[in-house]
């Protein structure tokens, strides 16, 4: 399969640790089906969007995931 640019966000939720994963409306889901693919252009608007929520103690542990297909 090609490899893409696109990625998947996911980070902890603070205050118990529960993993999650950015939607496409850049929220939050526990839901791994309902992440959202992100492009080299929306990456960069959802990584500042989680960068918000770090600075704001909501989320730790931020990773951006290449998605390969």
């Given at each position: 399969?090609p ?5 998947i ?8 640790g ?13 839901d ?5 693919k992100?492009d ?7 990584t500042?969007?989680?960068?918000d929520?770090?600075?704001a103690?909501?989320i ?10």
């Amino acid at each position: 399969m090609p490899k893409t640019d696109e990625i998947i966000l996911t980070a902890n939720r603070l205050d118990d640790g529960v993993v999650l994963w950015m939607t496409a409306t850049l929220g939050w889901t526990t839901d791994r089906a309902k992440a959202a693919k992100f492009d080299a252009d929306s990456a960069a608007i959802a990584t500042a969007r989680a960068e918000d929520d770090a600075a704001a103690n909501r989320i730790v542990s931020l990773y951006a995931v290449a998605v390969n297909g």
